[in-house]
């Protein structure tokens, strides 16, 4: 139970950050960046490789960057070429697909052996210090590191949004008009904020590589969907107001997410491949509630209406009848 | 102050559906002129204030403010020195973000001594409040408040301090009472004109209320077709009724009235 627990908070702490990017384009923004999925493996390769190299530390900010600068990308087609933002993240997706390709030696997967990697520096350092505490405590090294990493990037990102360029892009998100009256450009706006929000995609990319020694062409697939059921599983929660909880939310409801994950595949009370239709379909009903909510208020009250009919044509009929 | 020199603007050039809505334009203002501009709807007035602050590039002729030529400037870089309001009370300011937070950004429009990177200090705070309490709405004690909380008459109020809180050099204002009860419009009037006089900002306000377009500012246009049709100032205009205006109309524009709004009032 202990390992269950153990490997959720593993996992949830390493994927976090992609809700934390969704949280940034998709909430404050309001725009839906498809770039993530590409991205994601973009992050893993390029860490994973500059590893293989010898250079693990290295590898996370170089990841970081090619995730902003794919990031870039897409802002720079929705906002300069006037590409609908879906349509721009899905056309860097696809271009990232080769580029992916080449970080990785044109192959479709990469491994590491013997190479270190961060989570193997902690874990050797915390041995060395041969106390039983820390002993112990290296067992724990990668949720040691990986909720370090979480939550220095998410006070970051707090504090970055209460700055005026942060203001503007949460703005951006709230009302276009008001921004280009207040005299920000909202393409700049726009372009800082999906490179924030990749690189954070690329973060995590990069340290799930790291963690799992391994990167893989497809492994990125779905990351998209995955990270908006973490936001929307978070926010039900914890709550969406006032808007700093986002994140907050975004790091819980990944960690609920990978839970809910270990214990079906410890359990099996489904097989593991259904996580993904499920998790689909979960996305899907969060994102439709209000819509299917105001079918249903719709069909109650069209009910009530003809019921309301029915009862007034009987009583005007008996009526009748009585003369 | 303000120069538009024979601007033209034509809608879908080439397509059956070409609609010329300004044409060989050209109007002069003085420092300190608040000018109202009636005319009916497809006038011209709103496209004449896209222009000024740059929704789009004109066709030809050339903008200037303050003997700067802002032809080709982006509409984000005008606003600098242009302050903007709608009608639609909700185009102006942020709803999901605080009273507070929507002042700070407005405050990015003075353009200097601001670091990306700085957040709103207690400072700034204190002075959000004092300029809040001049509206008298009670704002100044729900500045953590989203704006999407105030009703329609208190977010216009804020959206016409955002506006005027940086002094812009042109003040544009697009029947931005029109939405508002009677009431709450005569008071974000009074606000307007006491801000206008107070910081000296040469106005312009679209107005579909004659008494208005009368009693407020020092100039009136009456705009038709893409033209200013009537321009008065001086005695002229203070001896002017609405029924000489309405007279004016029809005379201008060569059709009676065809706006019931216009009227009342």
Same mark, same amino acid.
């Given at each position: 139970?202990?390992?269950?627990l153990?490997?959720?908070?593993?996992l949830?702490?390493?994927?976090?950050?992609?809700?934390?990017?969704?949280?940034?384009?998709?909430?404050?923004?309001?725009?839906?960046?498809?770039?993530?999925?590409?991205?994601?493996?973009?992050?893993?390769?390029?860490s994973?490789?500059?590893?293989?190299?010898?250079?693990?530390?290295?590898?996370?900010?170089?990841?970081?960057?090619?995730?902003?600068?794919?990031?870039?990308?897409?802002?720079?087609?929705?906002?300069?070429?006037?590409?609908?933002?879906?349509?721009?993240?899905?056309?860097?997706?696809?271009?990232?697909?080769?580029?992916?390709?080449?970080?990785?030696?044109?192959?479709?997967?990469?491994?590491?052996?013997?190479?270190?990697?961060?989570?193997?520096?902690?874990?050797?350092?915390?041995?060395?210090?041969?106390?039983d505490?820390?002993?112990?405590?290296?067992?724990?090294?990668?949720?040691?590191?990986?909720?370090?990493?979480?939550?220095?990037?998410?006070?970051?990102?707090?504090?970055?949004?209460?700055?005026?360029?942060?203001?503007?892009?949460?703005?951006?998100?709230?009302?276009?008009?008001?921004?280009?009256?207040?005299?920000?450009?909202?393409?700049?706006?726009?372009?800082?904020?999906?490179?924030?929000?990749?690189?954070?995609?690329?973060?995590?990319?990069?340290?799930?590589?790291?963690?799992?020694?391994?990167?893989?062409?497809?492994?990125?697939?779905?990351?998209?969907?995955?990270?908006?059921?973490?936001?929307?599983?978070?926010?039900?929660?914890?709550?969406?107001?006032?808007?700093?909880?986002?994140?907050?939310?975004?790091?819980?409801?990944?960690?609920v997410y990978?839970?809910?994950?270990?214990?079906?595949?410890?359990?099996?009370?489904?097989?593991?491949?259904?996580?993904?239709?499920?998790?689909?379909?979960?996305?899907?009903?969060?994102?439709?509630?209000?819509?299917?909510?105001?079918?249903?208020?719709?069909?109650?009250?069209?009910?009530?209406?003809?019921?309301?009919?029915?009862?007034?044509?009987?009583?005007?009929?008996?009526g009748?009848?009585?003369? | 102050?303000?120069?538009?020199?024979?601007?033209?603007?034509?809608?879908?050039?080439?397509?059956p559906?070409?609609?010329?809505?300004?044409?060989?334009?050209? /109007?002069?203002?003085?420092?300190?002129?608040?000018?109202?501009?009636?005319?009916?709807?497809?006038?011209?007035?709103?496209?004449?204030?896209?222009?000024?602050?740059?929704?789009?590039? &004109?066709?030809?002729g050339?903008?200037?403010?303050?003997?700067?030529?802002?032809?080709?400037?982006p509409?984000?870089?005008?606003?600098?020195?242009?302050?903007?309001?709608?009608?639609?009370?909700?185009?102006?300011?942020?709803?999901?973000?605080?009273?507070?937070?929507?002042?700070?950004?407005?405050? =990015? %429009?003075?353009?200097?001594?601001?670091?990306?990177?700085s957040?709103?200090?207690?400072?700034?705070?204190?002075?959000?409040?004092?300029?809040?309490?001049?509206?008298?709405?009670? =704002?100044?004690? %729900?500045?953590?408040?989203p &704006?999407?909380?105030?009703?329609?008459?208190?977010?216009?109020?804020?959206?016409?301090?955002?506006?005027?809180? /940086?002094?812009?050099?042109?003040?544009?204002?697009?029947?931005?009472?029109?939405?508002?009860?009677?009431?709450?419009?005569?008071?974000?009037?009074?606000?307007?004109?006491?801000?206008?006089?107070?910081?000296?900002?040469?106005?312009?306000?679209?107005?579909?209320?004659?008494?208005?377009?009368?009693?407020?500012?020092?100039?009136?246009?009456?705009?038709?077709?893409?033209?200013?049709?009537?321009? /008065?100032?001086?005695?002229?205009?203070s001896?002017?009724? /609405?029924?000489?205006?309405?007279?004016?109309?029809? &005379?201008?524009?060569?059709?009676?009235?065809?706006?019931? %709004?216009? =009227?009342?009032?």
């Amino acid at each position: 139970m202990l390992y269950i627990l153990k490997t959720a908070l593993e996992l949830g702490f390493l994927y976090a950050m992609v809700p934390i990017a969704l949280f940034i384009s998709y909430r404050v923004l309001d725009i839906a960046d498809l770039t993530t999925d590409g991205c994601f493996v973009l992050g893993a390769a390029v860490s994973v490789m500059m590893a293989k190299a010898g250079h693990p530390i290295l590898g996370i900010p170089l990841a970081m960057l090619a995730g902003a600068c794919a990031g870039f990308i897409t802002a720079f087609l929705h906002t300069k070429l006037k590409v609908p933002s879906i349509l721009s993240g899905i056309i860097t997706n696809t271009g990232l697909y080769t580029i992916n390709l080449m970080v990785m030696g044109w192959s479709s997967n990469q491994s590491l052996l013997k190479q270190g990697t961060v989570f193997s520096m902690l874990k050797n350092a915390l041995k060395d210090q041969k106390t039983d505490f820390m002993v112990k405590l290296s067992d724990w090294y990668a949720v040691i590191l990986s909720s370090v990493v979480v939550i220095i990037v998410s006070l970051l990102i707090l504090a970055f949004l209460g700055t005026r360029l942060g203001l503007s892009i949460r703005a951006t998100g709230d009302n276009l008009d008001m921004v280009r009256a207040s005299s920000i450009n909202p393409a700049f706006t726009i372009t800082v904020g999906l490179c924030i929000a990749n690189a954070m995609t690329a973060l995590s990319g990069a340290m799930v590589g790291q963690y799992q020694k391994t990167v893989d062409i497809n492994s990125g697939t779905g990351i998209v969907v995955i990270g908006l059921a973490c936001l929307i599983i978070g926010e039900t929660i914890i709550g969406r107001r006032p808007f700093f909880k986002g994140i907050i939310a975004a790091v819980v409801g990944s960690i609920v997410y990978r839970i809910i994950y270990a214990v079906v595949l410890y359990t099996k009370v489904l097989p593991v491949e259904f996580l993904k239709l499920i998790t689909a379909i979960v996305v899907a009903l969060a994102i439709a509630f209000p819509a299917i909510r105001k079918w249903f208020a719709f069909q109650g009250k069209k009910i009530r209406h003809s019921q309301g009919e029915k009862a007034a044509s009987s009583t005007n009929e008996s009526g009748k009848g009585d003369k | 102050m303000l120069d538009l020199i024979n601007v033209s603007m034509t809608f879908n050039p080439g397509t059956p559906n070409a609609k010329t809505a300004l044409s060989d334009f050209s /109007v002069h203002l003085d420092d300190g002129d608040f000018v109202t501009i009636i005319g009916s709807n497809g006038a011209g007035k709103s496209t004449m204030f896209n222009a000024i602050a740059g929704t789009f590039f &004109v066709d030809s002729g050339s903008i200037k403010l303050g003997g700067q030529d802002i032809t080709y400037l982006p509409e984000h870089k005008r606003s600098r020195i242009i302050g903007r309001m709608f009608q639609d009370p909700l185009k102006g300011t942020a709803p999901s973000m605080s009273i507070e937070e929507n002042l700070a950004l407005a405050y =990015l %429009r003075s353009g200097e001594g601001f670091s990306p990177f700085s957040h709103i200090t207690n400072r700034d705070k204190q002075e959000f409040r004092e300029k809040l309490s001049l509206l008298g709405m009670g =704002l100044e004690d %729900r500045m953590k408040q989203p &704006v999407g909380l105030l009703s329609g008459g208190q977010r216009q109020a804020l959206t016409l301090l955002m506006a005027t809180m /940086v002094t812009p050099k042109l003040l544009l204002l697009d029947e931005h009472t029109a939405a508002l009860d009677p009431g709450t419009a005569d008071k974000v009037i009074e606000l307007t004109k006491k801000i206008v006089e107070e910081n000296h900002i040469t106005c312009m306000m679209i107005t579909h209320n004659m008494k208005q377009a009368l009693e407020i500012g020092n100039r009136t246009f009456l705009m038709s077709n893409g033209k200013v049709v009537y321009d /008065v100032k001086g005695e002229e205009r203070s001896k002017l009724t /609405v029924n000489d205006l309405l007279e004016k109309f029809k &005379v201008g524009t060569g059709q009676a009235l065809d706006n019931d %709004r216009m =009227l009342l009032s």
